[in-house]
């Protein structure tokens, strides 16, 4: 791999899972297998991650669409903070969470909602300040 794949994994894990507390894939990943995860995370967050087709925040909000219809909490709760990180505000992560109802179902929703609202209980942001 390319020295500017390696810098663009680093760059881009910094800025979408910094302050992130609980167990990173690439985490559990080496702890099974040092060369396949490090091979998983330049090409997920040094190549998929990294590029500049879309811009960090709609590339985090359409991630937490699809988790959120697949029901895969654990993930979507990172992703949730990478949404966060890279500048998605708590309505446009919570609209896009509503959104998905219409194509995962209500039960997937209110999950996912729940998700978000642990992440932000996490953060000291809840309740949120409804005016």
């Excluded at 810098?7 to 302050?19: I, N, P, R, S, V």
């Excluded at 309505?91 to 219409?102: K, R």
Aim: glycine share 4%.
């Amino acid at each position: 791999m390319s020295r500017e794949i390696i810098e663009k994994t680093k760059k881009t894990a910094q800025l979408y899972f910094d302050g992130v507390t609980d167990e990173r894939p690439f985490d559990l990943w080496q702890s099974f297998d040092k060369g396949l995860a490090r091979d998983l995370s330049l090409f997920i967050t040094g190549q998929m991650y990294a590029r500049e087709k879309l811009p960090h925040p709609t590339r985090q909000l359409v991630t937490v669409a699809a988790l959120t219809v697949l029901s895969r909490l654990e993930e979507l709760k990172l992703h949730i903070e990478a949404a966060l990180n890279v500048g998605c505000s708590v309505q446009e992560i919570a609209e896009t969470i509503f959104q998905t109802a219409i194509y995962g179902g209500v039960p997937a929703t209110n999950q996912a909602l729940k998700t978000l609202r642990t992440v932000l209980q996490e953060k000291d942001m809840w309740p949120l300040d409804q005016e």
